[in-house]
């Protein structure tokens, strides 16, 4: 990776290749390139040793034309101001592509948790949400789990809040355990996405998933889940990687039998059925059908766009391609499902939760799964219109060109005040 491109300047970059096909005005479009507020806090939390640690929080709020603000929260060391601010962005054109009534946000607190006890990081949580309660709300902002938070943070947050509040309000957060009024399908939701996303892809092309092979990088939750459902479709996954790096079988890797080791030793690296160990790199650029970067931004870079061999490319992460590898796969005709689209199960089914809080009634896990499979199917229709209506370069263009227009929609019919 040589390029470290700030993910804000791509979120602006992506923003003005599809206005360029759209009949908005630059005034509006410069609206929606920056985030509405931001917040920036310094939190200060009793460490176990008894001394005082400080944590860089940060909450931006992007865009609200659409609906309350929605979007998770992240803990890691690299966790930027600009980071936070691209990624809002983001959730709102995720939100848009998807058509569900929510705006885009995102938080982030720049701490790498496997330093922390389980008590300071509920207590640096806690802390948080004590600094969000003022801004977040079942019908203003609504976070959710991200990068290195899920469930536990979801459940401290929404105590947090309904405590300071005096209320009981679950809708307030998404992502919760189901105890805590979490909705069944809400973990697998980002990688089930992920996977509806490429079968689509495939289809389109008049290919078969079930005969393709697939490389994912990250295994966390969505390139976990990822791996396992293209495994489900009958497709071979031959590669798998986390931060310790790549784990190569040509025969295909068992997904829940990696998932298994990397639970018991921390790592995929040195999981025994493996032919060959990889770099991240070199899972990147294997000659796969199908390529999951499910980790973190600026994954594929223009150098490394250069050596990818994937046909189709599934983004379950945020932003892994810089806007440079973007032109650089679309010269090799390489099919990128972006992200707002690929990974936007993971908010979609947050939104299914949203819906059930407010109506203290809970479905079930095939109406939650069938739900989203529509949504994700009409979303992909509604990119593929605009991909060829206009001729487009890639699928990411399209998206912007789709969401951009329904958020401009929104704000238009609504006027601005004073
Ligand atoms: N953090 C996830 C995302 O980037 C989920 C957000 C949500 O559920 O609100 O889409």
Do not use: C
């Not at 609206?31 to 860089?56: A, Y």
């Not at 936070?84 to 790498?112: C, E, H, N, Q, R």
């Not at 092979?213 to 497709?235: D, M, P």
């Amino acid at each position: 990776m040589s390029e470290e491109a700030n993910p804000f300047e791509s979120l602006q970059s992506q923003i003005d290749d599809a206005a360029a096909y759209l009949d908005v005005g630059d005034d509006v479009i410069e609206r929606l390139k920056h985030p509405e507020r931001v917040l920036e806090t310094n939190l200060t939390v009793e460490l176990d040793d008894g001394s005082l640690g400080r944590f860089k929080a940060f909450r931006s709020q992007f865009n609200g034309d659409r609906g309350p603000y929605k979007g998770g929260i992240r803990y890691h060391p690299n966790v930027t101001r600009d980071e936070v601010k691209a990624l809002s962005g983001w959730m709102t054109y995720k939100t848009a592509i998807v058509d569900i009534p929510l705006g885009g946000g995102k938080g982030g607190i720049i701490v790498d948790p496997s330093q922390y006890s389980e008590a300071e990081l509920e207590r640096i949580t806690r802390a948080f949400a004590a600094e969000l309660t003022p801004m977040i709300g079942v019908d203003k902002d609504i976070p959710a789990p991200d990068v290195n938070t899920g469930q536990r943070e979801m459940n401290w947050i929404k105590d947090t809040y309904e405590t300071i509040e005096d209320t009981t309000e679950p809708g307030v957060i998404t992502g919760k355990a189901l105890d805590s009024g979490g909705s069944e399908g809400r973990v697998e939701a980002t990688g089930r996405s992920t996977v509806i996303a490429a079968r689509e892809a495939f289809d389109y092309l008049g290919r078969d998933i079930a005969d393709a092979t697939v490389a994912v990088q990250g295994y966390g939750n969505a390139g976990w889940i990822s791996a396992k459902l293209v495994e489900e479709l009958g497709a071979t996954v031959v590669a798998v990687s986390d931060s310790s790096g790549a784990v190569y079988n040509e025969a295909g890797l068992d997904a829940r039998d990696v998932k298994a080791f990397k639970n018991e030793t921390g790592s995929v690296s040195g999981y025994a059925d493996a032919d060959e160990e990889l770099t991240n790199d070199e899972l990147l650029t294997l000659d796969v059908d199908l390529l999951i970067p499910a980790a973190l931004e600026n994954a594929i870079d223009a150098e490394l766009a250069a050596d990818v061999k994937a046909d189709v490319i599934s983004e379950a992460a945020n932003g892994p391609i810089t806007p440079g590898g973007d032109e650089v796969l679309a010269g090799k005709d390489v099919v990128v499902i972006p992200d707002i689209l690929a990974n936007a199960g993971g908010v979609t089914v947050s939104y299914f939760e949203w819906v059930q809080n407010r109506q203290r009634f809970y479905w079930t896990e095939e109406k939650v799964n069938a739900e989203l499979e529509a949504i994700i199917g009409d979303a992909f229709d509604a990119l593929t219109g605009a991909y060829e209506e206009h001729d487009l370069e890639n699928f990411r263009t399209a998206a912007y060109v789709v969401s951009i227009q329904r958020v401009v929609d929104a704000f238009e019919e609504a006027g601005t005040f004073p």
